[in-house]
């Protein structure tokens, strides 16, 4: 498969968003795709990222700061895999610490 770079104005239209809202999780370092000669550079394994960071933030409501840890935590799993072979991706989710312990 031929590796893929677009521009963040060609990703925006890739993901269906404005270029406005995906230079936005840049910005507040949701997404952090490399720069070069003043462009941000998008592949395959970032589309994936902001495909999710976009349903999770569409969907859910997730604050910034979540959705910043989900997507370098995703981003460090891809690394580890090719993610041109990944047929599907599951989302499980836990209560965290303590709160659902009755009192």
């Known amino acids: 498969m ?9 990703a925006s239209a ?6 406005k809202d995906l230079q936005n999780l840049v910005q507040l370092k949701v997404l952090r795709p490399p720069r ?3 462009f941000y550079w998008f592949d395959t394994t970032l589309l994936l990222e902001a ?8 969907s859910l409501g997730t604050s910034t700061e ?7 935590a995703l981003s460090r799993n891809l690394r580890e895999k090719n ?3 990944l047929r599907y991706l599951w989302l499980r989710s836990r209560p965290a610490g ?3 312990t009755p009192v």
Do not use: I, M, N
């Open 2 to 10: 031929q590796a893929v770079e677009l521009k963040l104005k060609q």
């Open 14 to 19: 890739v993901l269906g968003v404005t270029p």
């Open 36 to 38: 070069r000669d003043s």
């Open 51 to 58: 495909k999710l960071a976009f349903y999770l933030k569409e």
């Open 66 to 72: 979540l959705l910043a840890r989900f997507t370098e």
């Open 83 to 85: 993610p041109t072979k």
């Open 98 to 100: 303590d709160e659902t």
